[in-house]
């Protein structure tokens, strides 16, 4: 049962416009949603992260945007870099006892100089 | 370190065979988390420990995995019997504690093959 669906797969965007990231969950048990960065080999590092009290959260370039009537969230990256190519994970920690995160399947993005 | 450590980096071996794959969180990090990724997908979760117990199992696959963590430290996931849908990048994470605002911080992850 995926809890957290994420879109686009795959993402293009020239350098220095604006890339979009779409996540969407489907129950309320989650109180914090971050987004990880992974580059080939690495582990995911954390990005930037929102709770559903707030619905705007920025850092640098980075901005998370949260609907928490339409359970959606997303990435903004404004003034994308080529060095911003990776793979992007959204996710939602649940609120029980482990506080578990539930990931999104991953966005491929591609940033050309 | 500085970081969550998972060894080995690499790991291939023959399927039935058994696999031990470790990781060394932060320290003074009391909760410590297993997940799974399989090529091109996100990660899923395995196990949860709060210190050297583990109150969440609920992602285990099978009765062919299974965990320790040993003095609230370094922990060790176990799988019998490989089978080659076990191919993937096993990631471990810890934090400081199972709380609020308390991320999560990944290793670099084990990427087992099973031939």
């Known amino acids: 049962q995926q809890q957290v669906k994420q879109s686009p797969q795959s993402l293009i965007v020239q350098k220095g416009g604006i890339s979009i990231i779409n996540c969407a969950y489907e129950?309320?048990?989650?109180?914090?949603f971050p987004w990880y960065q992974q580059f080939p080999g690495k582990g995911p590092a954390l990005l930037i992260a929102?709770?559903?009290?707030?619905s705007e959260k920025k850092e640098g370039r980075f901005t998370i945007s949260f609907n928490k009537s339409a359970k959606q969230f997303s990435l903004h990256i404004m003034d994308s870099q080529p060095g911003d190519s990776a793979t992007y994970f959204c996710?939602?920690?649940?609120?029980?006892?482990?506080?578990?995160?539930?990931f999104g399947s991953g966005t491929r993005l591609l940033v050309r100089p | 370190g500085a970081g969550v450590s998972q060894s080995p980096s690499n790991k291939v071996t023959e399927k039935g065979k058994d696999v031990e794959l470790r990781c060394d969180p932060i320290?003074?990090?009391?909760?410590l988390y297993w997940y799974r990724q399989s090529l091109g997908q996100g990660l899923e979760f395995l196990i949860y420990?709060?210190?050297?117990?583990?109150?969440?199992k609920s992602g285990l696959p099978s009765d062919r995995f299974s965990a320790e963590r040993t003095g609230g430290s370094v922990s060790t996931l176990t799988i019998q019997r490989t089978q080659q849908e076990d191919s993937a990048v096993y990631l471990c994470?810890?934090?400081?504690?199972?709380?609020?605002?308390?991320?999560?911080?990944f290793g670099d992850g084990t990427r087992l093959s099973i031939l």
């Open positions: 994470a810890s934090s400081l504690q199972s709380l609020s605002n308390q991320p999560q911080h």
């Open positions: 320290s003074g990090h009391t909760a």
């Open positions: 929102i709770r559903p009290d707030v």
């Open positions: 129950n309320t048990a989650f109180d914090y």
């Open positions: 996710a939602a920690r649940r609120m029980d006892s482990s506080y578990k995160l539930i």
């Open positions: 420990f709060q210190g050297n117990s583990a109150p969440d």
